[in-house]
Structure formats: structure tokens, C-alpha cells
């Protein structure tokens, strides 16, 4: 039997970011009766809590087998329950140096792309510590207008093909639904689940991962090519169903 459940969040467990439903979370209370549940996403800690830690209810038990692996798993969190917080096991930070260079190229390339939004909703480059995030519409866009903007990834991969060159020795992926990630090369989801295997003395098979980007060239595709096994869903009721029928068929 799989020992850790894993999770994309956008688009796999919440509208993108947007908090999970009642049902979302019941399905993860009752799963955690016998599983590890692992998240992993290119958003940032603080978002972790908002779309999901803040929207559980657990006890120390369930917490304590939760694993927060955000910025594509370049940091990584585990409940601590003496202090009844979450504890950052590790940080993989991009130094100050290389963070200001990904942001000066990345609105040079959107420029010259066309697509620097002149009124943006949030940040348009955010600085996540490991990660620097473009969002062609801002962070905070609403989730209506990001899946309208670039479906077909056609402008993101005009400003990658501009900024790859400027950017030598770093990776430059499009992520998400208006993003496009920058870190140090080799960070994707598949290296997150290597991390969580090391953490946790766990193999590939004892993992089963949810994403909706399991696709060729998506940001779920590489935990597939890695060789854990991967369900592919296109919205959040397909991964509330699975849960459902997991739980009851362990019943
Ligand atoms: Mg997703």
C-alpha cells in the first residue's frame, strides 16, 4: 500500500489561489487516518496556509504526518507539535545577487514580449526566497481572468524564449496558470519528491501523486517521468472524488 499521498495544489486540490472547499478538507481529515499527505506547489509558505493548512481542522496526529513542500520543494515544513507550529527543515535560497538579476531580466523580457501588465493585481515579479515568480497578471489576479490570459502558454513562452539567454545557469519554467518560475537548474517537482524520500526513508512506490500538469512539458510532468506513480486530474472535484472512494474502500 502507498504510504504518502501527494498533491499539486492549483488546479489538483483548490481553484488556483483559492482555499479548499469543506469537502477538500473533510476528504483530508479522513485520509489522514492512513496516510502521509505531502503538498508541493510553486507557491510560497504563506500561501500553503492559506489555501490549505488554515482550512483544516486536526489533531497533532494528522498534522504531525502532513509534509509542506512549498517553492517546488526548495523549502520544506513538518508540524512541530511542542511548539504547535510548523518547522522549516530546510531552505534552498537563490542568493540576493542572483534574485535582483532574475527580476531586472524577467521585466526587461515581459517588455519586450509585450506582455508587463500596466496595471497589475498584486505583484507582477515575486521574490520567493528559493523562486523568483513573473505573474503576467499580478499575484492576485482573479482566478476568472488568469485562466483566460494565456491558455495556450503562447505569451509566457515568448518571454522565456527572451529571457533564457540572460538568465545562463538557471532554470526558466512555465508554470501554473500566468507564471513563469525562475530557480537554480534541476529544482522541479520530481527533485521535491526525491527530498521527501530522503527526509522520510521512502522509495518511489511508496508514493502516489495527484497533479493536473502531468502532461509533457507540464509542472506535474516531471514527478511522472521521475517514476512515481501519477493521477491526472483537471480540477479539484476529481482528486475530492478519488480521496472519497480511497477512504471508504479502506472502510
Ligand atoms: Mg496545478
Redesign the pocket.
Known amino acids: 500500500m502507498k504510504k504518502v499521498l501527494a498533491f ?5 486540490i483548490a481553484i ?1 489561489k483559492s482555499p479548499i472547499s469543506d469537502r477538500m478538507a473533510e476528504a483530508f481529515n479522513n485520509v489522514l487516518d492512513n496516510f502521509d499527505v505531502c503538498i508541493i ?1 510553486g507557491g510560497n509558505y504563506n500561501l500553503f496556509h492559506k489555501q490549505f493548512i488554515d482550512r483544516l481542522d486536526l489533531t497533532a496526529e494528522k498534522l504531525k504526518r502532513i509534509h509542506l513542500m512549498p517553492t517546488t520543494g526548495t523549502r520544506y515544513y513538518r508540524y512541530d507539535e511542542a511548539a504547535n507550529d510548523w518547522a522549516m527543515q530546510y531552505a534552498e535560497d537563490l542568493s540576493d545577487e542572483e534574485k535582483t538579476k532574475i527580476a531586472e531580466v524577467m521585466e526587461e523580457s515581459a517588455k519586450q514580449a509585450g506582455y508587463w501588465p500596466e496595471n497589475p493585481t498584486g505583484e507582477v515579479i515575486e521574490d520567493r526566497d528559493s523562486q523568483v515568480t513573473y505573474s503576467g497578471l499580478g499575484q492576485y489576479a482573479t482566478a476568472e481572468a488568469k485562466y483566460a490570459w494565456d491558455p495556450d502558454r503562447k505569451k509566457r513562452m515568448a518571454i522565456r524564449e527572451i529571457a533564457l539567454d540572460k538568465l545562463p545557469g538557471l532554470e526558466v519554467r512555465v508554470a ?1 496558470t500566468t507564471s513563469i518560475d525562475i530557480t537554480r537548474p534541476g529544482i522541479d517537482k520530481a527533485y521535491g519528491m526525491q527530498k521527501l524520500m530522503d527526509a522520510n526513508g521512502l522509495e518511489k512506490s511508496d508514493i502516489l501523486f495527484f ?3 502531468l502532461q509533457e512539458g507540464g ?2 510532468y516531471p514527478v511522472k517521468a521521475f517514476g512515481i506513480d501519477s493521477i491526472e486530474v483537471t480540477r479539484w472535484e476529481d482528486t475530492a472524488n478519488c480521496l472519497e472512494a480511497i477512504v471508504s474502500a479502506i472502510k
Open positions: 499539486d495544489m492549483d488546479d489538483t488556483t506547489s501554473g497533479g493536473d500538469k509542472n506535474d
